[in-house]
């Protein structure tokens, strides 16, 4: 420890101590400040980088956002020693602490204060241990008089190279873009290290008209780009800021971010410095937070299975964790470091180097162009890092219904994509299998506009990579046009719509339960196929025999049903889904033979679309599907 330690250069900052805004909900307080969960032992935010601690108070910043995430700074960059600089005032003591992959704290150094004038202390720690986890954070501790402390950061001697980042989005919901501009712009530190923030407009009612832009305009100036453009998907939305950046901007940097987040403006200062500090080009990922439950981390890190064609949580990742209910420290999981081998676009930054030599995405709409993207990335030896610290909040996606929607076609189409360009051969088998176990499943529960458009998806994939750049335009209103007549895609506000349920729910008590033993799975699968193949009770099109909430919507149930009501995963809406024989028999016939013809084909297919790849990435390709009208 030192004092009177002179400021330093924002280059040299590696990450900001910060502290809730004033638009916050409470319900954050938990990722910034671990403290006693009774309002009148907390401290008092004096402003984002400023606290004061009440007397006779001990709180602690082995937070997510404030702890140090160590172990990924010594794995990816060239910082060997991380020095963490503050002000303080007042009295009390302040120590600092490390913890193993473990979990296990351990105290490095501390330091009585007992000052009335801002006084700097100075504090160096080695990342020597932090090979396979570890965080570093410090804590404050009062007596009878107040301590504050200010400008709070972990800093590092090391020279890093100064590199702006161009920021870009893709919206459809300009009123959320709109506060996620006017929070990445009220930082002036943030902007500083901000060249252009880009605007793929893609939407009907266009950002330009929206409430809230003036201000959003006024806070970035002459940086924002607003480019309005057709809608084709988020990979051409995010395609376009990969192409402004990289081809009409000299900035070193490009970071993508949905446009329907709440934004922590620092993950950027952050990911540009741990960019700036690798000792080798990296993606830098941010991780989720839960924008309905904000102290909730949702995904920690992510990886793709290549045997299985799909993403999952990462091996050792902590999923849907509540810092509210337990902090970082009490948590072990949360010490060890994680590898991931992609990030979703809810925020990641990309280095010039890495889109250079890459590409750009695929013309795939939405759905596995940001996992293809980092395989493709990582093939050429450019690895995806998940940094903790640096996050956005976004609604998760097991609120939503994208497997069974319109994006099911997305889903399974862009799958087969990703495989074919980088799985080994086998996985082929996987995905027969599993795609008629899913076609199974869908039918049971009466989504036919689900195995429709999945159908179609497997179709157009079979028909090779000549018409991705156009489906970019047709695929959505062909899939919308596909799924309009289907009941289960229909939607009205509530069940109250439709009569009510002519059973009683007590019959669905014993189906609930979900099949485990393989026997017992095959003996109820059975059942309710030939349940299926029969014709439905004659009043059932009329009325729904349950209503069925979207948890319990499981084929083990809506398998021996002839009609029900299903809610929305999000609670906004219910179908009313009857069963229909005749449709049973003709999708599952044609998965049948679809997935007869994918074996078949699968290794041509994967020399075509390998074959492709580059003209599908060029920026060339992409100027031309920009410039389309």
């Known amino acids: 420890m030192r004092s009177g330690t002179a400021d330093v250069s924002s280059q040299q900052v590696l990450q900001r101590v910060v502290f809730p805004r004033g638009e916050d909900p409470l319900d954050v307080r938990p990722l910034y400040i671990d403290e006693p969960a009774s309002l009148d032992s907390a401290a008092t935010v004096v402003s984002r980088r400023r606290l004061l601690v009440p007397a006779h108070r001990k709180i602690?910043?082995?937070?997510?956002?404030?702890?140090?995430?160590?172990?990924?700074?010594?794995?990816?960059?060239?910082?060997?020693?991380?020095?963490?600089?503050?002000?303080?005032?007042?009295?009390?003591?302040?120590?600092?602490?490390?913890?193993?992959?473990?979990?296990?704290?351990?105290?490095?150094?501390?330091?009585?204060?007992?000052?009335?004038?801002?006084?700097?202390?100075?504090?160096?720690?080695?990342?020597?241990?932090?090979?396979?986890?570890?965080?570093?954070?410090?804590?404050?501790?009062?007596?009878?008089?107040?301590?504050?402390?200010?400008?709070?950061?972990?800093?590092?001697?090391?020279?890093?190279?100064?590199?702006?980042?161009?920021?870009?989005?893709?919206?459809?919901?300009?009123?959320?873009?709109?506060?996620?501009?006017?929070?990445?712009?009220?930082?002036?530190?943030?902007?500083?290290?901000?060249?252009?923030?880009?605007?793929?407009?893609?939407?009907?009612?266009?950002?330009?008209?929206t409430e809230g832009f003036d201000e959003a305009a006024r806070r970035i100036g002459d940086k924002l780009h607003v480019i309005e453009q057709d809608n084709i998907g988020g990979s051409g939305g995010f395609g376009r800021v990969m192409y402004e950046g990289i081809y009409n901007s000299d900035a070193d940097q490009v970071m993508v971010i949905d446009d329907d987040i709440a934004l922590e403006p620092d993950g950027v200062l952050r990911a540009n410095a741990f960019a700036r500090a690798a000792t080798n080009p990296v993606i830098v990922g941010g991780q989720m937070l839960n924008l309905q439950a904000r102290s909730r981390l949702h995904t920690m890190g992510e990886v793709v299975d290549l045997g299985q064609g799909i993403w999952r949580a990462a091996p050792g990742a902590v999923t849907d964790h509540d810092f509210a209910k337990k902090p970082l420290r009490k948590t072990t999981k949360l010490h060890q470091r994680i590898h991931s081998t992609y990030n979703g676009w809810w925020m990641c930054l990309f280095p010039r180097e890495v889109i250079e030599k890459t590409g750009l995405p695929l013309p795939l709409f939405i759905k596995h162009d940001d996992s293809e993207y980092s395989l493709r990335a990582g093939e050429r030896g450019f690895p995806t890092v998940t940094l903790p610290g640096a996050a956005i909040w976004h609604m998760p996606w097991t609120d939503k219904n994208d497997a069974t929607d319109w994006t099911a076609y997305f889903h399974t189409r862009n799958r087969l994509i990703l495989a074919a360009l980088h799985s080994p051969d086998v996985v082929k088998n996987n995905i027969i299998k599993q795609g008629l176990k899913l076609t199974l499943r869908h039918l049971l529960s009466m989504e036919y506009s689900t195995v429709a458009v999945q159908q179609k998806a497997l179709e157009d994939f079979m028909a090779g990579p000549e018409g991705l750049f156009d489906s970019l335009r047709s695929a959505l209103p062909e899939v919308r046009e596909l799924r309009k007549d289907y009941d289960d895609a229909k939607t009205l506000p509530s069940a109250r719509e439709f009569p009510p349920p002519s059973a009683n729910p007590i019959m669905a008590e014993g189906l609930l339960k979900p099949p485990v033993n393989p026997a017992v799975i095959a003996a109820r699968a059975s059942k309710a196929l030939l349940h299926n193949l029969k014709e439905p009770a004659k009043d059932a099109g009329e009325r729904p025999q349950l209503n069925v909430p979207a948890a319990s919507a499981r084929w083990f149930l809506l398998g021996n049903l002839d009609s029900a009501t299903v809610s929305n995963a999000d609670g906004s809406g219910v179908a009313f889904r009857r069963r229909d024989p005749e449709e049973f028999r003709r999708l599952g016939m044609r998965a049948m033979a679809n997935y007869r013809r994918l074996g078949q084909e699968w290794s041509r297919l994967c020399a075509v679309y390998r074959a492709a790849l580059p003209e599908l990435t060029s920026p060339e390709s992409w100027k031309q599907a920009f410039d389309q009208k």
């Open 60 to 209: 602690s910043l082995a937070s997510y956002f404030n702890a140090f995430p160590a172990s990924y700074w010594k794995r990816w960059t060239k910082v060997d020693e991380v020095v963490l600089r503050l002000k303080v005032k007042g009295a009390g003591r302040l120590d600092v602490y490390r913890s193993k992959a473990n979990g296990d704290s351990v105290h490095l150094q501390g330091t009585p204060v007992d000052s009335q004038d801002w006084t700097s202390l100075e504090f160096r720690v080695s990342l020597t241990p932090f090979e396979d986890g570890g965080w570093i954070w410090f804590d404050l501790f009062t007596n009878d008089v107040p301590l504050e402390i200010d400008e709070a950061a972990w800093t590092t001697d090391v020279p890093l190279p100064k590199q702006q980042v161009v920021i870009g989005t893709t919206t459809m919901r300009p009123a959320d873009c709109v506060l996620a501009l006017q929070t990445l712009g009220e930082d002036p530190q943030v902007m500083e290290v901000v060249q252009r923030v880009v605007v793929a407009d893609q939407g009907p009612q266009k950002i330009r008209d």
